[in-house]
C-alpha cells in the first residue's frame, strides 16, 4: 500500500518557470491538501480539494493553482517560480468522516529550490 | 494570536526515560480536533495520535498518550520510555469547526533528542 505519493522527490527552477507538483493516493480518500513547510516552521496550508471537482484557497494560495484530476490525484502548479516559493512541500489526503476526527496522512515531501 | 504554540523549541531526553512536550492552543470553537504528528530527518510526516474536545478520556496510542487539560487549553503529547528512533521534530496541529474547512493549522515544532 503506497498511501501518498509525491513526485518530483527534489526539484531545482530558476526564477521565472514553471512546475507542476504530482501528488497520488491510493486510500480512496475524499479529501487532499498542499501544504508548504519553511525552515524552523510547521506547515502552511497551501490549496486544498474537499472532493473531485472542488478546490478551495487555504492560508497561502498566491503564486500557486491547483487541479484535482480525479479522486486520486491533485497537482500543485508554479507558474513563475519565485526565490519566496523555496520550501518543502507536502500532500496530504484524509477520508471523510466526522469532520475534525478525519487523519491527514502525507507523502514524502517535495523539496523544491528556486534560484 | 498564534492558534497553535509549542514552547519548547529543542528538548533532550534520555533513553528509556519519559518525556512531555507541550502544546497550547488558542479557540472559542467548543468543536475542535487536536493531532500530534513525528517528522524524522527523512522529512515524512508521521500521525502519531488525536483527541477530539468533546473526548473524555485523554487518548493513548501505545507509548505516545496525549494529556488533554480543555480549561487550560493545552494538549501535551508524552512519550513514554524513550526510544533513540524517537529523535524527531514534533508537531501539534487543530482542526476548528468555525473554519469551515478540513485544513490543520501547526505549531512550530519541537525538537526531540533522545541520548544514549
Known amino acids: 500500500n503506497a498511501g501518498v505519493t509525491q513526485t518530483p522527490k527534489f526539484q531545482v527552477l530558476k526564477t521565472g518557470q514553471s512546475m507542476t507538483l504530482q501528488c497520488a493516493q491510493d486510500m480512496n480518500h475524499n479529501s487532499m491538501y498542499w501544504y508548504r513547510q519553511d525552515p524552523g516552521m510547521g506547515l502552511r496550508l497551501i490549496y486544498y480539494s474537499a472532493s473531485e471537482g472542488t478546490t478551495d484557497k487555504g492560508e497561502v494560495p498566491n503564486g500557486y493553482n491547483v487541479s484535482r484530476l480525479n479522486k486520486r490525484e491533485f497537482s500543485l502548479r508554479l507558474e513563475s517560480a519565485a526565490p519566496s516559493q523555496t520550501s518543502v512541500y507536502f500532500c496530504?489526503?484524509?477520508?471523510?468522516?466526522?469532520?475534525?476526527?478525519?487523519?491527514?496522512?502525507f507523502g514524502p515531501g517535495t523539496r523544491l529550490l528556486v534560484l | 494570536a498564534q492558534k497553535i504554540t509549542q514552547t519548547q523549541p529543542g528538548m533532550f531526553v534520555q533513553e528509556k526515560e519519559a518525556v512531555t512536550l507541550d502544546c497550547t492552543y488558542d479557540t472559542s470553537d467548543p468543536s475542535y480536533g487536536l493531532f500530534w504528528y513525528k517528522q524524522p530527518s527523512s522529512g515524512e510526516m508521521i500521525f502519531l495520535i488525536y483527541?477530539?474536545?468533546?473526548?473524555?478520556q485523554n487518548a493513548t496510542e501505545g507509548r505516545y498518550s496525549l494529556n488533554f487539560q480543555k480549561a487550560r487549553k493545552s494538549a501535551n503529547l508524552v512519550i513514554s520510555a524513550s526510544q533513540l528512533g524517537d529523535s524527531a521534530m514534533y508537531f501539534c496541529a487543530m482542526r476548528e469547526l468555525s473554519t469551515g474547512r478540513r485544513a490543520l493549522t501547526f505549531g512550530s515544532g519541537t525538537r526531540l533528542q533522545v541520548q544514549p
Open positions: 496530504a489526503s484524509s477520508e471523510t468522516r466526522v469532520w475534525y476526527q478525519e487523519t491527514q496522512y
Open positions: 483527541q477530539g474536545s468533546y473526548d473524555q
